[in-house]
Nanobody, 114 residues
């Protein structure tokens, strides 16, 4: 069973920063596209950013504020989130995708509030 272990959520004030991490097995990290999605209350789950080796993609809402990166030594991806806004409040999910195979982490809550 594929495991995606997330950490790093929490409560932060507007304008603040958080870093999320997601660790998985080496075989998954090497061949799957790894990414972050989020789901706010009453809304559909949406892509935030994803990466395949050196290629990164970002949602428009994340461009210029969020950075996705990968550590090949520890099979971990990160999402550095800066200048956070209240509308970034959501549960953030790590995802591993390969063709029709999709695996999800348990989710981590990010709350942006004064």
């Amino acid at each position: 069973q594929v495991q995606l272990v997330e950490s790093g959520g929490g409560l932060v004030q507007p304008g603040g920063s958080l870093r999320l991490s997601c660790a998985t097995a080496e075989i998954i990290f090497r061949i799957y596209r790894m990414g972050w999605y989020r789901q706010a209350p009453g809304k559909q789950r949406e892509l935030v950013a994803d990466t395949t080796d050196k290629i990164m993609r970002y949602a428009d809402s994340a461009k210029g504020r969020f950075t996705i990166s990968r550590d090949n030594a520890t099979n971990t991806i990160y999402l550095q989130m800066n200048n956070l806004r209240p509308e970034d409040t959501a549960v953030y999910y790590c995802n591993a995708q390969l063709a029709t195979r999709s695996h999800w982490g348990q989710g981590t809550q990010v709350t942006v509030s004064a």
